[in-house]
């Protein structure tokens, strides 16, 4: 079985070993094995383990909420319920992410259009003869 060091898995994960044993203190690894010498040692599992953590960190998910997950995992299928309503509610805050992504996306890109369209002009004032619709600053 091929096991990974927390140097190797920091670098995987672009995280700190720093993090990752402040992720075994807070419980989010629970199965994390050590070596005689106390050293951490992942395995496949535990890599698999921390892609959702990562997963839901970048979700915006709070690492109190994550290790109530991990918790439910331990108590198997009794939990089924809990963690699909959770990820019920992770895809409604992605996708409300998204949408607001997109408005800022829209906001960014029509500004990139009216600054192209001045710098091609030569002027802001090309500007001037277009109705604009909200009153927000250039």
Known sequence: ????????V??????TPHTLR??????????IER?????RVFKE??????KIIECLKSSGMPIKE????IEWCAEGDST??????????????????MDELKRTMEVIEHKCLYYKTALDSGTEDVHKNIKVKSSSAQ
């Open 35 to 39: 070596t005689s010498s106390g050293k």
């Open 22 to 31: 402040y992720y075994d203190k807070e419980g989010l690894i629970p199965f």
């Open 1 to 8: 079985m091929k096991t990974y060091s927390i140097t190797e």
């Open 45 to 50: 599992s535990d890599i698999e383990s921390l």
């Open 10 to 15: 920091a670098e995987y994960f672009n995280l």
């Open 80 to 97: 089924l319920q809990q963690r699909y309503d959770m990820f019920l509610e992770r895809k409604a805050s992605v996708e409300a992410q």
């Open 66 to 69: 994550i290790k109530h997950f």
